[in-house]
């Protein structure tokens, strides 16, 4: 190809215009890079958040295992 323009050398067939490829390339690369990051820092902040939280108060212990306690505790006096 001999045209001197890119308008020109389409004119006599494709044209693979690296210049404008390489840009496109850095450019997807950049924000890529900054979506990963700010990913990233979401990540940070939601995990110091659970970890300042309290922890839920232990549910105490369901009715029959109360009286089980109970039974164990009175079997121990007895002996």
């Keep these: 190809m001999t045209?001197?323009?890119?308008?020109?050398?389409?004119?006599?067939?494709?044209v693979f215009a690296y210049g404008n490829f390489i840009t496109v390339l850095?450019?997807?690369?950049?924000?890529?890079?900054?979506i990963?990051?700010?990913?990233?820092?979401?990540?940070?902040v939601r995990a110091s958040i659970e970890k300042e939280?309290?922890?839920?108060?232990?549910?105490?212990?369901?009715q029959d295992i109360l009286l089980?306690?109970?039974i164990r505790d009175l079997l121990r006096?007895?002996?």
């Design 53 to 62: 939280k309290a922890p839920a108060p232990a549910a105490p212990p369901p």
């Design 3 to 14: 045209a001197s323009t890119r308008a020109a050398a389409r004119s006599q067939g494709a």
């Design 68 to 70: 089980l306690s109970e």
């Design 26 to 34: 850095i450019n997807f690369l950049i924000l890529a890079w900054i």
């Design 77 to 79: 006096q007895r002996a």
């Design 36 to 44: 990963f990051m700010m990913v990233k820092a979401v990540n940070r």
